[in-house]
C-alpha cells in the first residue's frame, strides 16, 4: 500500500473529490483527517471510512476552528505527511460582471484562496518534514469562462501561492503541488444538473468542450491527488497538473472542432 504508516488532512473530506480522495487514501494505508461544515455529511463519512479515519467540523474560513481541527487530528493519528487542502465553493450564481455581489464575491476568495492558505499555515507545526501538501486548484483559472471571475482568480491564486509555498518550504523537504480539475462529476455542478435531463444536456455540452469527449469523475481527481502525495512524486514540486480531458493543453482537440 502506498501510503502505509502516512497521516492525511483532507478539508472539504465529507463529499465530491475530497470524500473520494478520503476512500482511496484509506484504502491505501493513511490514517486520515477530514474536515467540512456539514455534521450530517461528515458523519456519513466518518461510517463509510472507518476507524482510520477521524471527521472533525470546521469551516476553513474559521481559523480558530481549522487550528484546532488540525490538533486534534494530529493528537489522535501523529504528525501529518500529506495536506490535501481540497475544500472550495463556485459560489451560487457565479460572479458575472455587471451583476456580481460583493458578498458572494468575497465569500468564492475567502473559501478558495484565504482558507488554503491557512489551513496550509496552520498545519505546518504539526507537519512533518518530506511531507506532501497539495492544493486544489481548477481549469478555471486559465479557460476564461464567463461568469467566474472570482473563481477563475481564486484558483489563479492558488496556483502563485504553491510556488511561493515550495520555495519556503523547500529547506525542510516539503513539497507543495497543484491538481487543476476540469469539469468533474460533483455535487459542485448540482445547479446545473439538477434534473435528468440538464445532466445529459450538461454531460452532451462538456463532451463536445472536451478532447477526450466526457465529464470527469472523482476519482480522476483522487487518483493524481494520491501520486502526488506519495513517495511516487518524491522529485515533484511546484507543479500545476491539469487532469481535465485536455480541455487546456490541446482545445484544438475537442469534438466540437472536429470536422
Known amino acids: 500500500m502506498r501510503l502505509q504508516g502516512k497521516t492525511a488532512l483532507i478539508t472539504g473530506g465529507n463529499s465530491g473529490i475530497g470524500f473520494a480522495t478520503a476512500k482511496l487514501f484509506v484504502a491505501e494505508g493513511a490514517k486520515v483527517v477530514i474536515t467540512g461544515r456539514n455534521k450530517e455529511t461528515l458523519a456519513t463519512a466518518a461510517r463509510e471510512l472507518g476507524p482510520n479515519a477521524l471527521a472533525l ?52 476568495i475567502s473559501i478558495n484562496l484565504t482558507g488554503v492558505f491557512f489551513t496550509v499555515q496552520s498545519a505546518l507545526p504539526y507537519l512533518n518534514d518530506n511531507a506532501s501538501i497539495i492544493l486544489n486548484g481548477s481549469v478555471i483559472s486559465v479557460l476564461g469562462i464567463p461568469g467566474y471571475s472570482a473563481y477563475g482568480a481564486a484558483k489563479a491564486g492558488v496556483r502563485a501561492m ?52 466526457r465529464l470527469g469523475e472523482p476519482d480522476h481527481i483522487s487518483k493524481t491527488v494520491l501520486f502526488l502525495a506519495s513517495d511516487d512524486a518524491a522529485h515533484i514540486q511546484g507543479q500545476e497538473i491539469f487532469v481535465d480531458g485536455g480541455a487546456v493543453a490541446s482545445p484544438s482537440g475537442a469534438p466540437i472542432y472536429r470536422g
Do not use: C, H
Open 57 to 108: 467540523v470546521a469551516d476553513v474560513t474559521d481559523i480558530a476552528a481549522t487550528e484546532a481541527a488540525i490538533r486534534q487530528g494530529a493528537e489522535k493519528f501523529g504528525k501529518y505527511d500529506i495536506v490535501f487542502a481540497n475544500a472550495g465553493i463556485a459560489g451560487a450564481g457565479g460572479t458575472p460582471l455587471g451583476a456580481a455581489k460583493l458578498e458572494v464575491f468575497e465569500k468564492v
Open 162 to 213: 504553491a510556488r511561493i509555498m515550495a520555495s519556503e518550504l523547500s529547506p525542510r523537504g516539503i513539497r507543495v503541488n497543484v491538481v487543476a480539475p476540469g469539469a468533474i462529476r460533483t455535487p459542485i455542478w448540482g445547479a446545473a444538473i439538477a434534473t435528468p435531463e440538464a445532466e445529459k444536456a450538461f454531460e452532451k455540452r462538456i463532451g463536445l468542450m472536451t478532447p477526450l469527449g
